[in-house]
């Protein structure tokens, strides 16, 4: 149990990160929806979303789901307030890159401090790569609402990004949660995949087999 409630928090913070870099970028970039709304802040009760950041989660732990995922309260921004060309796709990015760096952070610390530090302390550094790894990798698929589509948008030449727009706009009609619940079922089918992408990467940046 102990093991399931510190995954569950891993993963609650790793997302409240993940969201508080998109309003960084966008405050940065010249948006100050996100400061003004309060939401550049860690306190977790700005951002936690009862049901994707706590209960989603617990239920695929308990289960033992062969993923875990979930989502905080997105923060606003304003796309009026970001002129430049490239700026959604930077705010939409800042996101996934956090979780990289938390990744090659800790993943590292694994390589190069394993024989100096606790097998305690190991395993909670595997569990926040692992974590960071799935949700830097589950974001940047480019389905709406997830950021791979905004940053894919922000990439495509005009003529393929007016259509993929329209299929974006279509899509975020779903809502958050209808549109995460569609993502997981879609993400299940592809979660053998997945995880031999995510367990290929581990070993790779840490050395240790999982």
């Known amino acids: 149990m102990q093991d399931i409630i510190f995954t569950v928090l891993v993963l609650a913070f790793s997302v409240i990160l993940h969201e508080v870099a998109h309003g960084y970028m966008a405050n940065w970039l010249g ?25 989603l ?15 905080a309260k997105p923060v606003p921004y304003n796309p009026y307030n970001l002129p430049g060309k490239y700026d959604e ?15 090659i952070l800790f ?5 190069f401090l394993g024989a100096d530090v606790s097998q305690t302390m190991l395993e909670a550094f595997a569990v926040i790569t692992y974590i960071n790894m799935l949700l830097a ?34 899509f975020e009609r779903l809502g958050v949660l209808q549109g995460t619940l569609l993502l997981l079922v879609i993400f299940y089918f592809l979660s053998p995949y997945f995880t031999v992408v995510l367990r290929s990467l581990f070993v790779l940046l840490t050395g240790v087999n999982i």
């Open 31 to 55: 948006d100050p929806t996100a400061r003004l709304a309060g939401r550049l802040t860690l306190n977790p009760l700005k951002h936690i979303d009862p049901m994707g950041s706590i209960i």
């Open 89 to 103: 796709t930077l705010v939409a990015g800042a996101g996934p890159a956090t979780n990289i760096f938390l990744v």
């Open 137 to 170: 990798l589950f974001n940047l698929i480019p389905i709406p609402p997830l950021d791979g589509s905004k940053i894919l948008s922000g990439l495509l030449p005009a003529p393929l990004k007016d259509g993929y727009d329209s299929f974006r706009m279509l």
């Open 57 to 71: 989660p617990a239920l695929l732990a308990i289960t033992h789901s062969p993923i875990l995922i979930g989502y």
């Open 107 to 111: 993943g590292l610390a694994i390589r």
